[in-house]
């Protein structure tokens, strides 16, 4: 799961040098044959996938480059993967799935028995909530993994900007799966509040890819060079979207305690929800906004800069010989990770209460550390993988890329779908999660603010991060401040989302 605005640059560039390699040693594969990609592939020849291969420069020039068909199309797919092969093949579909893009992501892939067995155990044995919950927390990092790059191997055959934007939705599925879920399962006369589950994942996705996954990158970097260096480009525009994304957020948060004693409390609570889904059809916009500007209009200065980054990308000849899958099988990986990823998630939302009633698991460590570890463990693997082979700005772009991702476009769109289905999701924030996300905006905007990093900086982001876990495992939930202070707060039972905001 990489960012937008380098992915699509990053796997052309590799087919290239896939074909280039290829051509000079096979040789059996004219330029007009249609027996290597099929009769639905002619339209793709002159696409810049590096079709050209160095062996039939002057035959591509007289056939095909005056005449490209391409025009004709305007969806053209590639269906078949840069090897060649078209349509499904078992073996090599379970050998490229399991090798995946990354060593990382291949350590991931030898928890994929812990699948069967959750699901197995949630109906042999539905009452063993704990048991259950671990199992589901477990699987819940490969099936995340198959998401993602088999996303990565669908954006490829879809031109540039749709392909673009279909990673981009792909790489959050996992999240707002479990978003979803958990505001699906929401009402006001449970003992949980699932609205305030979310809110604290918004945020702690944030945290988790921002303090733990930056820092981790930074460590891993540091494993090889004293100092690593990034592009001024990368880390300014990240840092001042995210202080933008984050003032977005505490707008409402911030009307609402304003206010809070001084309007009748009802009243403030709808004001607040309405403020918060105006803020989120806002943030989204911001995020399409961002998303043209590194996509259409300044794609040329990313372009460089990853250039740049691949070809001091210490793994890029086993890359080059790495194979993708057809567009078919990445359909097919695609429905089952999503699939598996829909039962894990409905799993592990069945079972916060059973946490939060009888194990004393706060919403807020919920939230801000353990649901965001499992959603972007993959994500994060593939970000320090490619911080260690030397491709920071890579790796920086797949990091902040991610928490835009979740602050700009994931966050406000579930606001907007239990707009839809008429529950009190809104952005106001316990105090003590928005404080934080503030801090560590600044705190990591500082570390970026020179362009250059090391191994110490990444070893301050995990500490901070670890010791806003440490302080999440202590926060008390909503419902419990109310039964020790029942006159200092609103009502137990919160009917909207302003109703658990906030200190009072």
């Known amino acids: 799961m990489t960012s937008p605005y380098h992915a699509a640059a990053r796997e052309k560039r590799a087919a290239e ?6 051509n000079p040693n096979s040789g059996n594969v004219p330029r007009g044959s249609s027996s290597s990609r099929g009769p639905q592939q002619l339209p793709l020849h002159s696409d810049p996938i590096g079709t050209e291969g160095r062996g039939h420069g002057s035959h591509h020039h007289h056939h095909h480059h005056h005449h490209p068909p391409a025009p004709k199309s305007w969806f053209p797919v590639r269906a078949g993967g840069e090897s060649g092969r078209s349509g499904i093949h078992p073996w090599h579909f379970f050998r490229i799935v399991f090798r995946s893009s990354s060593l990382a992501s291949r350590m991931v892939n030898v928890l994929w028995p812990v699948v069967p067995a959750a699901i197995a155990l949630r109906y042999a044995a539905p009452h063993q909530d704990l048991a259950i919950f671990i199992l589901a927390y477990i699987a819940m990092v490969p099936c995340a993994n198959l998401v993602g790059f088999a996303g990565q191997n669908l954006a490829k055959k879809v031109p540039h900007v749709f392909g673009v934007l279909a990673e981009t939705t792909f790489g959050s599925l996992v999240e707002i799966i479990l978003f979803i879920v958990l505001i699906k399962r929401y009402s006001p006369t449970q003992a949980v509040d699932y609205t305030q589950v979310i809110r604290a994942a918004i945020l702690g996705s944030i945290l988790a890819t921002m303090l733990l ?3 981790f990158c930074f460590v891993a970097a540091g494993f090889k060079r004293e100092e690593t260096h990034f592009s001024e480009i990368v880390s300014e525009a ?6 933008t994304a984050g003032f977005g957020l505490a707008v409402p948060t911030a009307f609402y305690n304003a206010l809070h004693g001084r309007l009748d409390t009802k009243e403030l609570e709808r004001k607040t929800l309405e403020i918060s889904r105006s803020t989120a059809v806002l943030l989204i916009i911001a995020y399409l ?4 500007f590194q996509m259409r209009t300044h794609h040329g200065i990313y372009d460089a800069i990853f250039e740049a980054d691949a070809e001091r990308d210490d793994d890029k000849h086993k890359e080059l010989q790495s194979h993708r899958l057809t567009l078919i099988e990445s359909i097919i990986a695609l429905a089952v990770g999503v699939a598996l990823v829909t039962i894990i998630a409905i799993m592990l939302v069945d079972r916060i ?3 939060v009633e009888e194990r004393g698991v706060s919403d807020a460590f919920l939230g ?3 649901i965001p ?3 972007k463990a993959a994500e994060h693997l593939t970000a320090v993988d490619e911080a260690y082979d030397n491709q920071m700005n890579i790796a920086l772009s797949t990091v902040l890329g991610s928490t835009l991702q979740t602050a700009l476009f994931n966050g406000p769109l579930v606001v907007i779908v239990g707009w839809g289905m008429n529950k009190p999701m809104g952005f106001n924030f316990e105090l003590f999660d928005l404080a934080m996300l503030i801090l560590a905006i600044l705190t990591v905007g500082n570390f970026l603010r020179d362009q250059k990093t090391n191994y110490l900086e990444g070893m301050l982001c995990v500490i901070v991060y670890v010791a806003i876990g440490v302080a999440a495992a202590h926060y008390p939930n909503p419902q419990e401040l109310h039964e020790a202070f029942p006159t200092a707060g609103t009502s137990p039972a919160p009917a909207t989302s302003g109703s658990e905001g906030g200190h009072h």
Do not use: A, P
Request: net charge negative; glycine share 10%; proline share 0%.
């Open 238 to 243: 990240g840092s001042g979207l995210l202080l």
């Open 373 to 375: 570890l499992v959603e």
């Open 17 to 22: 040098r896939i074909l280039d390699e290829r």
């Open 213 to 215: 996954c930056l820092g």
């Open 289 to 292: 906004v961002y998303v043209f």
């Open 353 to 355: 209460h059973f946490l």
């Open 368 to 370: 801000l550390i353990m």
